[in-house]
Antibody, heavy 115, light 108 residues
Framework: EVQLVQSGAEVKKPGESLKISCKGY????????IGWVRQMPGKGLEWMGI????????RYSPSFQGQVTISADKSISTAYLQWSSLKASDTAMYYC????????WGQGTLVTVSS | QSVLTQPPSVSAAPGQKVTISCSGS????????VSWYQQLPGTAPKLLIY???KRPSGIPDRFSGSKSGTSATLGITGLQTGDEADYYC?????????FGGGTKLTVL
């Protein structure tokens, strides 16, 4: 059974850095694209970007290019989403998901950025 | 602003049928498969339809999908109060996955 298990909720202040994680189980993590989806409060789903852990090929949606960093460590089957300087507007639920599968989603990580 | 356009909301009575449209272009829907997702409040999205019209195991046949040209449609028959949710279409565009803006279904 495929499982994507995300790290826990975070509360941060503006300007702080953050890295959240998503660990994959039950499939070949190295050979499958994985990505991150943002859902701001009361809003829709937005793909932020995807990564292929096998060769670290990373693609960012235009709205998120330069705003976040997506990475993966294939040795521990874990993908990451990272911010260097958070803003209040980064407050959202973040899901990891396998874009070609469609049925495999993490449980979500709530990130709250507030002074 | 998503590249895929969905109506913000639709509504129908229990037992009735509803359709949700998803309009795109040749760079996305026109040349790629379409998926549909259901998101109940406070939960992760759930795949309802993939490859335009296929249902994953466990999804009832009340849910159907179709695609024509650069548009796709999700159909739901025999509406139940439990179908009240947000629905999203998804596909690929320029080697990136994309979602529609989402449609809120109200079962009156």
């Amino acid at each position: 059974e495929v499982q994507l298990v995300q790290s826990g909720a975070e509360v941060k202040k503006p300007g702080e850095s953050l890295k959240i994680s998503c660990k994959g189980y039950g499939y070949s993590f190295t050979n499958s694209w994985i990505g991150w989806v943002r859902q701001m409060p009361g809003k829709g789903l937005e793909w932020m970007g995807i990564i292929y852990p096998g060769d670290s090929d990373t693609r960012y949606s235009p709205s998120f290019q330069g705003q976040v960093t997506i990475s993966a460590d294939k040795s521990i089957s874990t993908a990451y989403l990272q911010w260097s300087s958070l803003k209040a507007s980064d407050t959202a639920m973040y899901y990891c998901a396998r874009p070609y599968s469609g049925s495999d989603w993490g449980q979500g990580t709530l990130v709250t950025v507030s002074s | 602003q998503s590249v895929l356009t969905q109506p913000p909301s639709v509504s129908a009575a229990p037992g009735q049928k509803v359709t949700i449209s998803c309009s795109g272009s040749s760079s996305n829907i026109g040349n790629n498969y379409v998926s549909w997702y259901q998101q109940l409040p406070g939960t992760a999205p759930k795949l309802l339809i993939y490859d335009n019209n296929k249902r994953p195991s466990g999804i009832p046949d009340r849910f159907s999908g179709s695609k024509s040209g650069t548009s796709a449609t999700l159909g739901i028959t025999g509406l139940q109060t439990g179908d009240e949710a947000d629905y999203y279409c998804g596909t690929w565009d320029s080697s990136l996955p994309v979602f529609g803006g989402g449609t809120k279904l109200t079962v009156l």
